[in-house]
Nanobody, 125 residues
Framework: QVQLVESGGGLVQAGGSLRLSCVAS????????MGWFRQAPGKEREFVAG????????WYADSVKGRFTISRDNAKNTVYLQMNTLRPEDTAVYYC??????????????????WGQGTQVTVSS
């Protein structure tokens, strides 16, 4: 089992920045593909960013490309999401997820085996 705990959410003005962290416990995530997803009120959960277990490959949703950066520190069992130039439409609960699969669609929720509880990000205009 992998337990994931997100932190770093909060209220920020449009144009501001936040850095989300996802700490894994109970098991190392060094061999897991990691992803960030988000769910806005009244909408389905959607892919935001993903990173391979080495950190050598990253993937982003078009809506966040160039503004968000995913990274990981396997020694700390932690994944980060640096969010810059935030917009009101980025308001959502952000979830961290871990996938033990080495192949497949990193953007698909069914790829992921473990999920955190989420952290709220609110961007005011």
């Amino acid at each position: 089992q992998v337990q994931l705990v997100e932190s770093g959410g909060g209220l920020v003005q449009a144009g501001g920045s936040l850095r989300l962290s996802c700490v894994a416990s109970a098991r190392t995530i060094s061999t897991y593909t990691m992803g960030w997803f988000r769910q806005a009120p009244g909408k389905e959960r959607e892919f935001v960013a993903g990173i391979s277990w080495t950190g050598g490959s990253t993937w982003y949703a078009d809506s966040v490309k160039g503004r968000f950066t995913i990274s990981r520190d396997n020694a700390k069992n932690t994944v980060y999401l640096q969010m810059n130039t935030l917009r009101p439409e980025d308001t959502a609960v952000y979830y961290c997820a871990a996938s033990a699969r080495t192949r497949g669609n990193v953007r698909a929720q069914y790829q992921y085996d473990y999920w955190g509880q989420g952290t709220q990000v609110t961007v005011s205009s």
